[in-house]
């Protein structure tokens, strides 16, 4: 049963991604960079573009390989290799 993410969460996660990896990133420049994402659209847009990409791999991903977990999604890549290979 595939376990399915709503859109509210999705964005939440990707949002969440963004935080953590920016604060990782910059340490205590997290604000710095919220400034001047304020103030620059282009690098504003540059992280948007980057969460919707985000979320157009996750749903490639889980309507063609119908997996999540890394795991199970190695074993679908490796099958539909073979498969593909064998044609």
């Given at each position: 049963?595939?376990?399915t993410i709503k859109n509210?969460?999705?964005?939440?996660?990707?949002?969440?991604?963004?935080?953590?990896?920016?604060?990782?990133?910059?340490?205590?420049?997290?604000?710095?960079?919220?400034?001047?994402?304020?103030?620059?659209?282009?690098?504003?847009?540059?992280?948007?573009?980057?969460?919707?990409?985000?979320?157009?791999?996750?749903?490639?991903?889980?309507?063609?390989?119908?997996?999540?977990?890394?795991?199970?999604?190695?074993?679908?890549?490796?099958?539909?290799?073979?498969?593909?290979?064998?044609?």
């Amino acid at each position: 049963m595939k376990k399915t993410i709503k859109n509210n969460e999705s964005k939440k996660l990707v949002t969440e991604f963004i935080a953590k990896f920016a604060k990782a990133l910059m340490g205590s420049k997290a604000k710095t960079l919220a400034k001047t994402m304020s103030k620059d659209p282009g690098l504003k847009d540059a992280f948007e573009r980057y969460a919707r990409e985000s979320l157009r791999f996750q749903k490639h991903i889980e309507k063609d390989y119908g997996a999540t977990d890394p795991d199970e999604l190695v074993k679908n890549l490796e099958r539909s290799r073979k498969k593909y290979s064998e044609e």
